[in-house]
């Protein structure tokens, strides 16, 4: 199962609230603007700043 | 482990609990919140804190699409499971932190928080975050466990649940909550207090996991508790289990903006 669409489209990073970009491959959103990459686990995407990989 | 861990952890844990919890099933304050929120069949909505599921899942046939979302995922995969036994297929389980929604701004018609707002390190965030989420003229339905306005109710009650878990805050006084909805710039529109009869010791004690050298210290405020204490909270200790009642708050306030606007002064 992947991502819901619905979903897709009204996420936000947690901390900036801008775009996240779908990394489908490694299963994570990615902010480019914190330097954020939030886990997908479940197909539910982790939207918690304090457990997002920095990158 | 800092402080919003810990809330995840707790619910990590107890997710299967809050499952056959009667009080957080049903009941008359989530009656009392599905009335308030208006439901139309158009609404975008976001049930913040959902915990297993309950309120997602009565908004849910409703409304177009409910977002469940809470910052423990063992109690989205509980709130999944409420909604494929009742064949719902517009409840999208998705993680959040209520002080940091991760959601773009002005994209829901309704919020609605139940039973949750007193685990809230930091409740203003949430009304603000709430503020910034919904469309203009989306409402706000909240229902949520509140102190009484008397200053030893209040003590007395606040200082048993954080006993009785440590993840409580605080559970607000009426007047406490309509300040916050103000201060974030929503529009107070209706509230009402009521009280939650149905509360009994042992299943409550049970539910959050109170350590077991903890349970007798707890038992005993109930039990020691003042004749105006015994009145106020209605405790009653009864052959089966102590009983007694928890007033709750159920409200709802609105974002103005678009058509909407203020008429009057405030």
Known sequence: MALDQQLLEILACPQCKGDLEYDRGNEKLICHKCRLKYSIKDDIPIMLIDEAEKF | MNAKTRVKAQFERQAKQYTVSAVHAGGESL???VDLAELRPED??????????FTACAVAPFVRRVVASDLAPAMLNETRALAARRGLTNVLAQHADAEALPFRDRVFDLVTCRTAPHHFLDPMAFFRETHRVLK?????????????DDDAGDAWMNRLEVLRDATHIRNYRPGEWRRMADQAGLVWETGEVGL???MRFQEWVARSGTPPEVIED???ML???SPAL?????IEEREDDIHFAWPYVVFRARKIGGQ??????R
């Open chain 2, 196 to 198: 939650r009869q149905s």
């Open chain 2, 31 to 33: 009656d009392r919140l």
């Open chain 2, 260 to 265: 909407w606007s203020v008429i009057g002064g």
């Open chain 2, 230 to 234: 015994r009145e106020t909270f209605q």
């Open chain 2, 223 to 225: 039990t020691k508790a």
């Open chain 2, 136 to 148: 203009p003229g989306g409402r706000l339905v909240v229902s949520d466990t509140c102190s009484p």
């Open chain 2, 44 to 53: 975008v909505t976001l049930d913040v804190a959902t915990g297993t599921g």
């Open chain 2, 218 to 220: 707890v038992r005993r």
